[in-house]
C-alpha cells in the first residue's frame, strides 16, 4: 500500500532515489529472495511446493496479475465501481505509469502500450487466474480485520465488508466468505462513492485544486495512515 502511494505522489518520486522507485526495486528483490527460498525448500521438501504442477514460484504471470490490479483492474472495475470514469487520456497516462513501474520491477509489460491491449490482459487474467482458495479467504478476512478502527477514517468492520461487496462484486466476495453486508452498512458505502464522484469529477475540472488536494493527501494529517502502512511491510 505505502508503495502505491509513493509510485503517485509525483514525478520525482519514481526517478531514481525518489521513494516510488527504491520501493520497486524494494518489492522486485523480495520477490527474487521469496522465489529463492520457496525453490530451496522445494528442493528439500517436495511436498512443500510442486514445482511440476504450479511452475516457478513468483513468475511472470504472477507478476503480472499483480500489475493488472494496481493498473487496469482501477480503470475498468474499481473506479467505474465507484461512479468514476477515466478519460482516455488520462488512461493511456495511468498505464504508461504502471507501464514504467512493471519495468523497474522486472515484469513483462509490452502487454500496457494501449488502453485496448491492456484490456485484452486484464480480462485473460480475471478468467484463467482468479480462482479463490480457503487461503484466499483467509488472507481477505485477515486484511479487513487488520484495517478495522485504524485512524484516519476508523472503518468498522461492516462497512468494509461492505466496501468488498461493493468492489468485488457479490459473487468473489462471497467466494472470499466476507460476511454479507447490512443495508445500513451498504448506503455509506453508496454515500463514499457519491462523495468520491464528486470530489474528482471537481477536483479533475481545475488543476490547482486537484494540485491542492493531491499535497493535502500527503499532509501530517495522514501520518497515522502511512505508519500503518509501514508497519504492514
Not at 42 to 64: C, H, T
Not at 142 to 165: M, V
Amino acid at each position: 500500500m505505502q508503495h502505491t502511494l509513493n509510485v503517485h505522489r509525483d514525478l520525482k518520486s519514481i526517478q531514481p532515489e525518489g521513494d516510488g522507485f527504491v520501493n520497486s526495486v524494494r518489492v522486485r528483490l523480495l520477490h527474487t529472495a521469496v522465489r529463492r527460498r520457496i525453490m530451496k525448500m522445494a528442493s528439500q521438501r517436495p511436498e512443500y511446493y510442486n514445482m511440476a504442477e504450479y511452475g516457478v514460484p513468483i513468475n511472470d504471470l504472477d507478476s503480472i496479475g499483480t500489475i493488472n490490479l494496481f493498473s487496469t483492474v482501477l480503470i475498468w472495475i474499481g473506479l467505474p465501481r465507484q461512479g468514476i470514469y477515466l478519460r482516455r487520456e488520462e488512461i493511456v497516462d495511468y498505464l504508461a505509469l504502471w507501464r514504467y513501474v512493471a519495468y523497474v520491477m522486472g515484469v513483462p509489460h509490452n502487454w500496457m502500450a494501449t488502453p485496448e491491449s491492456a484490456k485484452v490482459m486484464m480480462e485473460s487474467v480475471l478468467i484463467s487466474e482468479t480462482r479463490p482458495s480457503v487461503a484466499s479467504a483467509n488472507l481477505a478476512n485477515n486484511i479487513i480485520t487488520g484495517l478495522k478502527n485504524h485512524p484516519p477514517a476508523y472503518a468498522s468492520h461492516g462497512f468494509l465488508c461492505a466496501q468488498t461487496h461493493w468492489l468485488c462484486g457479490r459473487e468473489l466476495a462471497d467466494e472470499l466468505e466476507i460476511e454479507r453486508p447490512s443495508l445500513y452498512h451498504s448506503a455509506l458505502v453508496l454515500g463514499q462513492c457519491l462523495l468520491f464522484m464528486t470530489t474528482c469529477y471537481i477536483n479533475g475540472s481545475f488543476s490547482r485544486l486537484d494540485e491542492h488536494h493531491i499535497n493535502a493527501s500527503f499532509s501530517p494529517a495522514f501520518e497515522p495512515t502511512r505508519q500503518l502502512c509501514r508497519l504492514g511491510g
